[in-house]
């Protein structure tokens, strides 16, 4: 009896003391939300984002100022009303610190609200329309936005004897956005847009509007293509052979991304495009950047690779800057006016639009050593988005 009495009384006295000591507190965690189409037709610039944020977090580590980051994926397939779902989830769920990625504008804007309530970043990676940003005064773009190319572009051709312009454009929100902004940055005196061909993103008839675009003899062609339809665009263009009877061939940097360059054939060799970022931007930071990339995921990086780079660097800066802090304001504050060489060359968040100020780079496909590569002739630096700048 007295045995048991004391093995009884030393289980007390352990159970006493182990209560007595101090509990080990939980790993601090910064919990990022990134939504991404990574299936359906948008699936690659998702899988762009991702492969570039797991590089990032490889590359430089997942803790900081002793904070863990874990990142949640969701694949919205490009389809908004996932999207709002997955959104909901990570913030009222998950409890995400920051929402990151979004492939769309519609994503991005749908998630826009979520982010306000909640008071946490959304760093949009992907969606291009100068709109975004304007949906809530927590998002923060990585990217770039397609008005920077655009209206680039038009100031480019306005200073090289090239008068009148046609335009062929994918019939959707983007393709409008595109030319609108061309458009206002070119046309002036005797410099025109003379003409606008509309073509669907399914089975589009190419042949009729590219007759009509060769028998008017422009200066040149601006093309603005939905994507997945690069190819097709460019081999038409090349079988009406507008080239050779001296229409130039101007785009945004979309219509010959790095990603599927090599995939587009000799058609796409001359397309002089402006865009801000080029796998070929001879740079040590890019060169090392391409070589990585290259190297964990066997493909070229585009340009969603690198604002997906761009805006895990830009989220980490954020929480070194508030020694670890996840607060959703604090890590705000701090990426407003965040700057830094990036592999695209200099890289700087307004602290008022809260969009990307960076160069952009006039570039044409050249055949370099066998492969196709945007080789960067001519820069516009530190470009600032037209519509939300101060600057105008």
Known sequence: MAAALRHILCV???????????????????????????????????????????????????TI????????????????????????????????????????????????????HAKIPEVVMGAQTSLVTTRSPFIVRSGGTLAQSASTLGKWAAKHNIRNVAALI???????????????????DDRTVSDEYRISLSEPDLGPPLMQIKQAKPDALF???????????????????LVESGIKLIATGDLTDDSFLKNLGPSALGVVTAHFYSAAHPSRANRQFVEAYRAANNETPGAMAVSGYDGTRLICEALRATKGVT??????????????????????I?????????NIYMRKVEDVGGEKQNVEFATFDNVRDPNNSREH
């Open 170 to 188: 994918s019939d959707y929100a983007p393709g409008n956005d595109a030319l609108s902004e061309f458009s206002k940055a070119f046309a002036a």
């Open 350 to 358: 307004d602290p008022h639009s809260r969009e990307v100020v960076q």
């Open 223 to 241: 093309v603005f293509v939905a994507p997945g339809q690069a190819r097709q665009v460019l081999d038409a263009i090349a079988a009406q052979k």
């Open 65 to 116: 100022e002793g904070t863990r980051i874990e990142v949640l994926v969701r694949d919205d397939e490009g389809n908004p009303d996932h999207t709002r779902e997955a959104v909901r989830s990570l913030v009222e769920e998950d409890k995400v610190d920051v929402l990151a990625g979004f492939g769309t504008s519609p994503a991005a804007a749908v998630a826009a609200p979520f982010a306000t």
């Open 12 to 62: 007390v006295l352990a159970a006493f003391a182990m209560a007595a000591q101090p509990a080990v507190a939980a790993e601090p965690t910064l919990k990022i939300g990134l939504v991404l189409p990574l299936s359906g037709p948008l699936a690659m610039t998702g899988v762009q984002i991702d492969n570039a944020m797991r590089l990032y977090l490889e590359q430089n580590g997942d």
């Open 327 to 348: 607060d959703g304001e604090a890590l705000l504050k701090a990426m407003k006016g965040a700057a830094w060489e990036s592999p695209r060359g200099p890289f700087a």
